[in-house]
C-alpha cells in the first residue's frame, strides 16, 4: 500500500462481499450482477488494490440512481467474427460487461487458438488484473485494456485530456504464482489520491501536478489537477495509444467526451476496453511452458539484490502474497471506507454489518 491508514478493521472476504453485493442490488442490481460487482471490488481489495475495491462502491452506486449507469441493463454481441468481437455493454456496469465479453474471448480462443473483444458504451470496471486472470485460471494468456476519464495532462500540458488508461497482462506459472501485470499509466491510480483525501493522507510530490502543473503534497490539490504519468513522456505516449486500441476501434468516447467518472455522474461513460487471450496450447506444450515459466521466475528471483533490497519481486507477487494474507486474517479497511458503506446503507434502506 501507498498510504496510511489510520483507524481500521478487518472483515472477512465473504462478509465484505456479501455487503456489498446487498448495496447492490439495492440499487437495482439482479444477484448474479451484483455478486460480479462486489466480488470484483473485494478482490482488489483483499490484494492490496484498494483504489479499485470498494471505495468505488459509493460512487458506481450513485452513478446509477443519478441516471449514468444502468444497473438493468446487459452486454449483447453487436458483430463477430470467428476469432474476434464487439460487445455493446449498452451502459451496463463495466465488471458485468467485461465478464461476459472475457468469457467471449475466452471460447473463441480455446477454437481459434487467439481472440480479441472489443467493448464500447461500458463503464469503468475496477482492475483489469481480474479479467486478465480469468484467462489464467483456463491456461490461457490474458489481457486487458481500457480507456478512462480525462485525469492526466499529455505530457508538456496541463489540462486533463488522457485517462490513465491501465492494462493488464496475466500468465500461468506452473510451481509459482501466476504473473500478473496490472498498471496505469500515470505514476499512481487517481483512486489512490482520492482514497488519500478519503483518510486526509498527504501524498507524494510525485503523484500528482495541481492546477497550475505544479508537483504537490495535497490530495485536494492533485485530485483537481492532474496526476503525472509514469516515466513522464513514455507514460503519456503508453496512455495514448492505449486509449486508441481501448475506444477508437470499438467506437467508443475518447478526448472531449471523455466523462469525469466522479463529478459527472448523470452522464453515460461510454468507457472502451478491449480484451485479448491467447491459448498456450495453440502455441506450444501447456506443461513445457509453464516449467519455463517456473524456472524464469526463480532466475529472476535468485539475481544478485541491489543495496537496501533483500528480495526481487515479480509483477503480481506482492499482490498474491497480501491476498493470501488477508484471505486469512481479513480483509483491512479503512474506517472512513466502512463509515461510507454505513451511510449508503442508510440511504439505500440496507442493514449496517454489525
Not at 467493448?119 to 489464467?136: D, L, P, Q, S
Request: glycine share 10%.
Amino acid at each position: 500500500m501507498d498510504y496510511t491508514f489510520h483507524e481500521t478493521m478487518r472483515i472477512p472476504y465473504a462478509a465484505m462481499r456479501d455487503w456489498t453485493q446487498k448495496l447492490y442490488m439495492a440499487v437495482g442490481m439482479n444477484e448474479h450482477d451484483a455478486w460480479i460487482c462486489a466480488d470484483t471490488a473485494v478482490m482488489a481489495d483483499a490484494r492490496g488494490v484498494y483504489s479499485h475495491g470498494c471505495m468505488r462502491t459509493p460512487i458506481y452506486c450513485n452513478r446509477i440512481m443519478q441516471g449514468g449507469t444502468s444497473a438493468s441493463a446487459q452486454p449483447s454481441i453487436e458483430k463477430e467474427r470467428v476469432a474476434t468481437a464487439i460487445v455493446d455493454g449498452h451502459n451496463a456496469m463495466g465488471q458485468v460487461v467485461a465478464v461476459y465479453a472475457m468469457k467471449i474471448a475466452i471460447e473463441k480462443a480455446r477454437q481459434c487458438g487467439t481472440a480479441s473483444v472489443s467493448i464500447k458504451r461500458g463503464n469503468h470496471f475496477g482492475t483489469c488484473a481480474y479479467f486478465a486472470e480469468m484467462a489464467v485460471r483456463e491456461d490461457m494468456i490474458g489481457f486487458a485494456w481500457t480507456n478512462g476519464g480525462p485525469v492526466m495532462a499529455p505530457w508538456g500540458g496541463r489540462e486533463r485530456q488522457l485517462g490513465n488508461n491501465p492494462f493488464a497482462i496475466a500468465l500461468p506459472c506452473g510451481k509459482k504464482r501466476s504473473i500478473v501485470l496490472d498498471m496505469a499509466q500515470s505514476v499512481v491510480a487517481r483512486g489512490k489520491v482520492v482514497m488519500a483525501m478519503k483518510t486526509k493522507t498527504p501524498i507524494p510530490d510525485t503523484w500528482a501536478l495541481d492546477t497550475e502543473g505544479c508537483p504537490t503534497t495535497d490530495p485536494v490539490a492533485g485530485y483537481w489537477g492532474t496526476v503525472r504519468p509514469s516515466g513522464d513522456y513514455k507514460g503519456s505516449g503508453l496512455s495514448i495509444l492505449v486509449s486508441m486500441i481501448s475506444s477508437i476501434l470499438p467506437g467508443a468516447a475518447i478526448g472531449a467526451t471523455l466523462v469525469d467518472l466522479y463529478e459527472q455522474l448523470a452522464v453515460p461513460f461510454n468507457a472502451g476496453q478491449l480484451l485479448q487471450v491467447i491459448d498456450i496450447s495453440a502455441m506450444t506444450d501447456l506443461e513445457e511452458f509453464k516449467d519455463r515459466m517456473d524456472d524464469y521466475v526463480e532466475y529472476l528471483k535468485n539475481g544478485k539484490k541491489a543495496k537496501g533490497f533483500t528480495e526481487i519481486f515479480v509483477p503480481g507477487e506482492l499482490e498474491h502474497i497480501m491476498y493470501e494474507k488477508q484471505m486469512k486474517e481479513g480483509v483491512e479497511y479503512p474506517l472512513e471506507i466502512i463509515q461510507e458503506y454505513h451511510a449508503l446503507c442508510e440511504k439505500l434502506g440496507v442493514e449496517k454489518m454489525a
